[in-house]
């Protein structure tokens, strides 16, 4: 999912690496800290559990590239195999590039269902985090 702000990437960075607050500007229901991470506390080898519609998510941070990438792991909470999620950003004129995708492999024929499930939850995450740096910005 491919989306811009009128934020920089320093800024949308900060909100995507700092998973305690995704309960305030997306549908995320709760956080939870499981590790801290090396170097910063939500950085690279944290591990989180997000709680949302009934699933709890276990992620680790592989790869906290500060202000331009951030990328995780699915460790258990959905049936898919090999789960990374990215987050790109890249600064263009006033806006910043937020690309957020994610590569996993599907149970054996419902690999329709899952592209379309996590396309649906990228699609909405990034918008949210749009909305939220956008209204960062507006307050500086």
């Known amino acids: 999912m491919t989306r811009h702000a009128k934020a920089d990437c320093a800024a949308v960075y900060d909100i ?5 607050g995704y ?6 229901g709760s956080f939870e800290e499981i590790a801290q991470g090396t170097g910063e506390r939500y950085g690279l080898g944290s591990r989180r559990i997000f709680r949302t519609a009934g699933m709890v998510i276990f992620e680790e941070i592989m790869v906290a590239d500060r202000p331009h990438h951030l990328v995780y792991r699915l460790i258990s909470g959905l049936p898919l195999k ?4 990215q987050i790109d950003l890249t600064a263009e004129g006033d806006q910043v590039r937020i690309d957020w995708y994610s590569t996993f492999v599907p149970p054996k024929g419902f690999g329709w269902f899952w ?4 396309q ?3 699609t909405d995450m990034s918008a ?3 909305k939220e740096a956008e209204k960062r910005m507006a307050k500086k």
């Open 16 to 20: 995507a690496a700092h998973a305690p």
């Open 23 to 28: 309960p305030e500007w997306s549908a995320i």
């Open 82 to 85: 090999d789960y990374l999620g």
């Open 115 to 118: 592209r379309r499930f996590m």
């Open 120 to 122: 649906k939850i990228l």
């Open 128 to 130: 949210a985090l749009v």
